[in-house]
């Protein structure tokens, strides 16, 4: 144990000889913790939308009403023909070209029914997806409107008639801030940890004081905790700020134990610094290292489920996220952060993530020990 104690102060040493490392260890996550939750916006609003009227009847006047007061697109223009309004989405002036043809409304009376082309642009497929789907509901609405106009429906239908009411549960206001921050919050905990973690038996490589260490009695295992110990606070250190900017900033209040997370979190920094030192084992520069911690930090942060629901995905896919850590603590912060879980309904999760603990950590001590 004082050989442990005294490479832990080595390492404490190391760190705080550099100021200004540690100020960016704190500082970087709180402005990013901040600034993505607001720019990543599950929500789309203005979508630009550009009209090709050709019967310019009550009827439709009164649907391009009901779509401007929806406040989720802008009229960008009314164009006479469609090939002057295919022009606009060509030069990312408008995102969708709504067209009604002549006779709509005399049609539509007649007939009792009329058709419209919705034409989008789909280089942006999600926004195109969801404008799309926007402008189809309120043609629904409308069309709903317009039918009950028509026909007089009796004090007692003879019809039936199945109505469904619905509560959002564990977010009622379907606040997206709610969603995005813990698993934010997950991420920058998971990049300061896994990249600090990954440069630092490589920069004893470079500066050259992996020799000593190595021709000296310290025994791998206590070399290998000295570097993770310290991380490990600090990783504690960022998620506490990270907690209090939840709460401060955006008002998030987590509905389960605080405690849950720290716990869980304490056996998550072990995997991921443990993940992080194993590079550092096998890279022979710090160059090496960050580029081999930024491809396996790419492929975990976006099959992760922050941005993608893991049941959306392939299942080759989710068959791979089942060996990414990240995907298992952004599901347990939003669940004990939203839904207020307890021990037993994290616990799964947190036999796995012990699992990768005890693998990395155990192959980086192996792995120091073949190249000593």
Do not use: C
């Not at 100021?19 to 402005?31: A, E, H, Y």
């Not at 009403?65 to 469609?82: D, E, H, M, R």
């Not at 941005?307 to 896919?317: D, F, H, L, R, V």
């Amino acid at each position: 144990m004082r050989t442990l104690k005294f490479l832990l102060q080595k390492e404490f040493r190391q760190i705080f000889r550099d100021p200004s490392i540690l100020r960016l260890m704190l500082v970087m996550p709180i402005i990013q913790l901040i600034l993505l939750p607001m720019a990543a916006n599950y929500e789309v609003k203005h979508v630009k939308l550009v009209i090709v009227d050709h019967d310019h009847s009550s009827y439709t006047t009164q649907f391009i009403n009901k779509i401007i007061a929806s406040n989720y697109f802008i009229l960008v223009g009314n164009s006479n023909s469609y090939d002057q309004a295919l022009t606009m989405v060509e030069d990312d002036k408008a995102d969708i070209i709504l067209e009604f043809p002549v006779n709509f409304e005399k049609t539509l009376i007649k007939e009792n029914n009329a058709t419209t082309f919705l034409a989008v642009n789909a280089v942006n497929g999600a926004r195109a997806n969801l404008g799309a789907s926007y402008l189809s509901s309120i043609l629904r609405d409308f069309n709903q409107d317009v039918r009950l106009k028509w026909i007089q429906i009796p004090k007692f239908s003879p019809e039936p008639r199945i109505e469904a009411s619905y509560s959002n549960w564990f977010n009622t206001h379907m606040n997206y801030k709610q969603f995005m921050v813990p698993g934010i919050l997950v991420i920058l905990l998971t990049m300061v940890g896994a990249n600090m973690a990954a440069l630092n038996i490589v920069k004893e490589k470079e500066i050259g004081t992996i020799e000593q260490i190595n021709v000296s009695p310290v025994k791998k295992y206590h070399f290998i905790l000295a570097k993770l110990i310290p991380f490990w606070i600090i990783g504690q250190v960022v998620l506490t700020v990270g907690l209090l900017v939840a709460l401060v900033i955006y008002g998030i209040i987590p509905a389960g134990n605080p405690g849950l997370i720290y716990a869980f979190s304490s056996i998550y920094l072990l995997a991921v610094l443990g993940m992080g030192l194993l590079i550092s084992t096998y890279a022979h520069t710090q160059q090496q290292a960050m580029l081999i911690s930024f491809f396996l930090m790419m492929i975990f942060i976006l099959m992760g489920g922050l941005y993608t629901s893991i049941e959306s995905m392939p299942q080759w896919a989710q068959n791979i996220s089942k060996f990414n850590p990240i995907a298992y603590f952004i599901k347990v912060m939003r669940m004990v952060v939203m839904k207020g879980s307890e021990f037993r309904d994290i616990l799964p999760h947190l036999g796995v993530v012990l699992l990768m603990a005890l693998v990395f950590n155990g192959w980086a001590i192996f792995s120091y020990r073949k190249r000593a």
